[in-house]
């Protein structure tokens, strides 16, 4: 059976990069006592799958990972397990079981929304926001594998709001075929909103989505 | 005064190096709230987070002092320069990594000094922290402490520190946090304050003493100039290592650390009398923990951190008397569960073969030798116990159990080397190639890697060689060119080398006397810090500040000591006799060995310790 974890990284851990916070979660695993499978071969690892890596500096409010497990155990007993073991900073929000065959949550995920802050400056970037919203086109250097791209990410836009007086808040495209994250959403809307630079800004990613926009922990 | 915002912190995060290294919120990190401790502690490591959090010495303390629960006990890096310059443009302090408190909101701000390259550290915090650098300038706040192996000679530190701690720390902390925390609620002045610390065993202040000089420049006079003040201020002794506090949990960081696994402190001392090692004698006498204790502290600890690895830690390992025993058991308990069991510092002469083969079932890292000295004569004169002999039958054991890389370590600038002891560090790098070829090639395995790694010796307080000077620069760099060119001579050996100026530094700190303060304080004012990070080291600031201050670093490094001479730190009882280490420092320079101690005591003081060093 695979589990689903729903966690939390808070303020705090932001700057955490994807590599510590996956080694962060597999100590918290393995202290936890809960029965976890290790991959087959020489240098065996624990089975661990995360729906999206979360870049440095970003916090996230319900991000996912898939736990692959070694025996059945309760949702509860496991969040129980998980709760003890994790830093205060990695809060478990929830635990979702799955049989072996449901897709990977990278597999299904679609789309993501996010809060972003804007503690100085955010006057002339939130009043842009209508006119950034009425285009049909937005052309953005977006880097890519294979190096930098001239994209379209208006289609990649699905919402843009102002939610305060420093406040955004988005949802964006998030999937293998099209990413747009939100430093680029930002430097475009910096340039429709004709500043040089785009100002400091603090992004949480508040839920991962699936098709149709259902939060991913229930597909 | 600065004042701490947490805003300001999050926009620097934001721009400098790896900013985990200061956001805290590890698993494990104590968090007590700051206001409803009677005392609080600000463990201060001052080298990077990475560094810092690798060391055992932290880890213990942090936990006997947040065991109380009327204390608290937080921790505290040095900022990457990146974030020194931008904390200082932000008027942002240096704050504690749990509860973000500045340090000088603390009742006790203390060093771990475990290298004296850190020293320029110690001043850029406190100065990061608002705290005035010098002792004799602070009426409030903070009682600046130290202690670790570099408290053992203070006084180039003794400007700055109000009080170190010299010996274990286990029970000494503890005392020191009481005695604090009863002046605390008395009401006593900070004079009365450190009149009752200097009271306890082991405790120095230096503002209570007074050091006179001679027209040379040596030692005259040092005495106590406050009848709180001990003469002799006698290093602490912890009796029974087995009972001691050991934490239970490990801060795990997020960042990996240096060293980021469990350590298991099997021993404490070593009876080698290696005469150049200043751990060897300070750490006196062996005492060990009982396999019983360790494994359930290694199952404590397991549970609480997850980590993946696990080390045994002490000066010599291969001399723990149960060594087999304990690392059968451990890797039959965690190899299971895919932990590794890793042996460190592991002395030539003891290698246990049966160990060798138990820790390889899990994994095989790189061996590690420290045979110090290419000849037997050098070996001699350093009491290395160690003949080519057993270190060729160590790696051939290696060898054949699968081990193909090897570094091997050693020092140039020995008391009486010669161009021929050099030559012996080729022929004994030769001797271990051809060690592995001998081994047959399907018993071996592939891809020979043999370092040799050749630092420059420094003289270190309460060592038998405590009165030898330093080889100068020239000679050393004139030793390691030839040392290059013998070794490049040694076909697939990698040869590599540390910064001479590094080790002169250290070597005028490590035999200072107070008048080191100045220098330090214009190095410091000069721009120097991270001094031990190659990058960072801004020699010119360092030979500046001796010029300004007048001083002469040959003075302090290269200046062989008479017998008669008082040194700087003759005023502490280490254990060890200095009639014990003139002794020994006569039969280095007539080549003659002293036994490993445990067959037969060979009368080094620690025996005035009640308790101490009873006969096996
Ligand atoms: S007193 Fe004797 S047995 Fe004890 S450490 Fe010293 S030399 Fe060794």
Redesign the interface.
């Known amino acids: 059976m695979k589990m689903l974890v729903i966690f939390e990284k ?4 932001r ?3 994807h590599l ?2 996956m ?2 979660m ?6 936890s ?1 809960v029965p976890i499978a ?1 991959s087959k071969g020489f240098n ?1 690892h624990l089975l661990l799958n995360f729906a999206a890596p979360l870049p440095v ?1 970003t916090s996230g409010r319900r991000e996912i990972m898939e736990v692959s497990l070694s025996e059945e155990i309760s949702e509860t007993e496991f969040k129980e397990k998980l709760r003890a ?5 990695l809060p478990c929000v929830a635990v979702r079981a799955v049989d072996d065959r449901h897709p990977a949550p990278m597999a299904l995920l679609f789309a993501a929304s996010y809060q972003i802050t804007i ?1 100085e400056g955010a006057a002339p970037l939130l009043a842009a926001v209508p006119s950034f919203m009425a285009k049909d086109s937005i052309m953005a250097l977006r880097k890519t594998k294979s190096g930098e791209k001239l994209t379209d990410i208006r289609p990649m836009i699905y919402d843009l709001q102002v939610t305060g007086d420093h406040q955004l808040s988005c949802t964006l495209a998030l999937c293998e075929a099209a990413t747009c994250k939100p430093e680029l959403l930002l430097d475009a809307l910096s340039a429709e909103a004709g500043l040089e630079a785009r100002p ?1 800004a ?1 992004c949480v990613r508040t839920q991962l989505l699936g098709r149709d926009f259902t939060p991913l922990e229930l597909l | 005064m600065k004042e701490f915002s947490a805003d300001r912190l999050e926009k620097l995060l934001d721009t400098v190096l790896k900013p985990s290294r200061y956001t805290g919120g590890e698993m494990n990190a104590v968090a007590k709230p700051f206001d409803q401790a009677e005392i609080t502690f600000a463990f201060c490591f001052p080298d990077s987070y990475e560094v810092g959090m690798s060391h055992l010495g932290i880890k213990i303390l942090y936990d006997i002092i947040n065991r109380q629960p009327w204390a608290l006990c937080e921790r505290v890096f040095t900022p990457w320069p990146d974030m020194a310059d931008a904390m200082r443009a932000e008027n942002l302090p240096l704050f504690s990594l749990e509860s973000r408190t500045p340090l000088r909101n603390f009742d006790i701000v203390g060093f771990t000094l475990q290298y004296e390259m850190c020293y320029t550290n110690v001043l850029e915090m406190l100065d990061l922290s608002d705290i005035p650098l010098f002792s004799k300038d602070r009426t409030d706040g903070p009682i600046i402490m130290a202690g670790g192996p570099c408290a053992y000679n203070p006084e180039p530190l003794a400007p700055f520190v109000d009080v170190f701690q010299i010996g274990d720390g286990e029970e000494m902390m503890v005392e020191v946090i009481a005695c604090m925390r009863a002046c605390k609620k008395a009401g006593c002045s900070r004079l009365d304050t450190l009149r009752a610390l200097a009271k306890i065993e082991g405790v120095y202040v230096p503002a209570f003493y007074k050091p006179s000089y001679n027209a040379d420049g040596t030692l005259a006079s040092f005495a106590p100039t406050d009848p709180a003040a001990p003469a002799t201020v006698r290093r602490r002794v912890l009796l029974d290592l087995d009972s001691a506090a050991y934490p239970e949990a490990f801060v795990v960081p997020y960042t990996e650390a240096i060293h980021d696994r469990i350590v298991l402190e099997i021993m404490r001392g070593c009876t080698k009398g290696c005469r150049f090692c200043q751990a060897g004698m300070l750490y006196r006498p062996v005492r060990e923990r009982s396999v019983e204790t360790l494994l359930r502290q290694a199952e404590q600890l397991e549970n609480a951190t997850g980590y993946e690895e696990m080390s045994l830690s002490s000066l010599s390992s291969g001399d723990y008397t149960h060594l087999t025993e304990l690392v059968c058991a451990l890797t039959e308990r965690y190899g299971e569960r895919k932990i590794s069991v890793s042996l460190p510092s592991m002395r030539i002469d003891s290698i246990v073969k049966q160990s060798l083969e138990e820790a390889q079932k899990v994994r095989k890292s790189g061996l590690t030798l420290a045979p110090e000295a290419g000849t037997q004569r050098m070996r001699d004169v350093i009491n290395k116990g160690v003949t080519e002999e057993d270190l060729i039958r160590a790696v051939t054991d290696a060898f054949t159990s699968g081990w193909s890389t090897v570094k091997l370590y050693f020092m140039i600038g020995l008391p009486t080397e010669t161009d021929e002891d050099l030559a012996g560090i080729g022929h004994l790098a030769q001797d271990v190639i051809n060690a592995y070829f001998t081994v047959p090639r399907g018993m071996r395995a592939k891809g020979l890697r043999v370092t040799c790694s050749a630092s420059t010796f420094v003289p270190k307080p309460f060592t038998p060689f405590q009165w030898q000077g330093q080889d100068d620069l020239p000679t050393i760099r004139e030793k390691q060119a030839k040392l290059g060119d013998i070794l490049r001579q040694v076909k697939g050996v990698n040869f590599n080398w540390h910064e001479p100026e590094l080790s002169m530094l250290e070597a005028t700190f490590a035999r200072g006397d107070r008048r080191m303060g100045d220098v330090l304080y214009a190095a410091w004012k000069n721009g120097c810090r991270m001094d031990g990070w190659t990058e960072f080291l801004n020699y010119d600031g360092w030979m500046k500040a001796f010029e300004d201050c007048g001083i002469d670093p040959k003075f302090y490094a290269n200046r062989e000591r008479g017998e008669k001479e008082l040194l700087p730190w003759d005023f502490i009882d280490a254990g060890v006799t200095r009639a014990f280490l003139w002794r020994e420092w006569q039969r280095a320079q007539r080549g003659e060995v002293t036994p490993d101690c445990r067959k037969g005591c060979q009368g080094c003081g620690l025996k005035r310790f009640e308790g101490v060093c009873v006969d096996r």
Do not use: I, M
């Open positions: 808070t303020d705090r851990v700057h955490v990069g510590d916070l080694r962060a597999q100590r918290a695993l393995r202290r006592g290790f065996p500096g073991a994790l830093p205060p900073e503690p400091r603090l």
